[in-house]
T-cell receptor, first 117, second 109 residues
Framework: DAMVIQNPRYQVTQFGKPVTLSCSQT?????MYWYQQKSSQAPKLLFH???????NEADTPDNFQSRRPNTSFCFLDIRSPGLGDAAMYLC????????????????FGPGTRLLVL | GQNIDQPTEMTATEGAIVQINCTYQ??????LFWYQQHAGEAPTFLSY??LDGLEEKGRFSSFLSRSKGYSYLLLKELQMKDSASYLC??????????WGAGTKLIIKP
């Protein structure tokens, strides 16, 4: 089945220790997204890639970086995690980012829950 | 500013019908989405509306009125597994997806 895969599902890191979260997709979608979601809040968009064109949201902290080495994979790097970065990190994909007709519908991976000690 | 409003929490009875409302104020409109999110899991796509009217998908239906900036998600024949949060999201004129905080739906036997 075509899908969005995130590893690991749970990640524990220490305060200030860099951590990388990964996402892969077999949907062959052009656009990939990284969201941060805290309990009972809306998902907050951190980055998105239209193919290899990188888009950083204006209020995404410098502590967060992202890489998309190819169509299938995308990584989220947190350089120095703080206690406030503990959250669920969601990767999503869409066939297109602009075209309508449902091609912009985002499909999510299962998420990685990050715990910072 | 851009805003999506949904009730924080709703309670309904198994087998009944529930309507979850969403109102939005965004800079432009390019489609409205409903997602279901079970606790601790990722959102799952439910429905997409871009034109006014009702879209039906099995037990779930979604309605849109662009002139009123309003949508609702209608869930029929409620089952216990429908207990989840339901998120409304609107794509604005810049093709950015603006998310609501979600409505937590509690189903009681």
């Amino acid at each position: 089945d075509a899908m969005v895969i995130q590893n690991p599902r749970y990640q524990v890191t220490q305060f200030g220790k860099p951590v990388t979260l990964s996402c892969s997709q077999t949907l062959n979608h052009n656009v990939m997204y990284w969201y941060q979601q805290k309990s009972s809040q809306a998902p907050k968009l951190l980055f998105h890639y239209y193919d290899k064109d990188f888009n950083n949201e204006a209020d995404t902290p410098d502590n967060f970086q992202s890489r998309r080495p190819n169509t299938s994979f995308c990584f989220l790097d947190i350089r120095s995690p703080g206690l406030g970065d503990a959250a669920m990190y969601l990767c999503a994909t869409s066939r297109d980012g602009i075209a309508g007709g449902g091609q912009e519908t985002q499909y999510f991976g299962p998420g990685t829950r990050l715990l910072v000690l | 500013g851009q805003n999506i409003d949904q009730p924080t929490e709703m309670t309904a009875t198994e087998g009944a019908i529930v309507q979850i409302n969403c109102t939005y104020q965004t800079s432009g409109f390019n489609g409205l989405f409903w997602y279901q999110q079970h606790a601790g899991e990722a959102p799952t796509f439910l429905s997409y509306n871009v034109l006014d009217g009702l879209e039906e998908k099995g037990r779930f239906s979604s309605f849109l009125s662009r002139s009123k900036g309003y949508s609702y998600l209608l869930l029929k024949e409620l089952q216990m597994k429908d207990s989840a949060s339901y998120l409304c999201a609107v794509r604005d004129s810049n093709y950015q997806l603006i998310w609501g905080a979600g409505t937590k739906l509690i189903i009681k036997p």
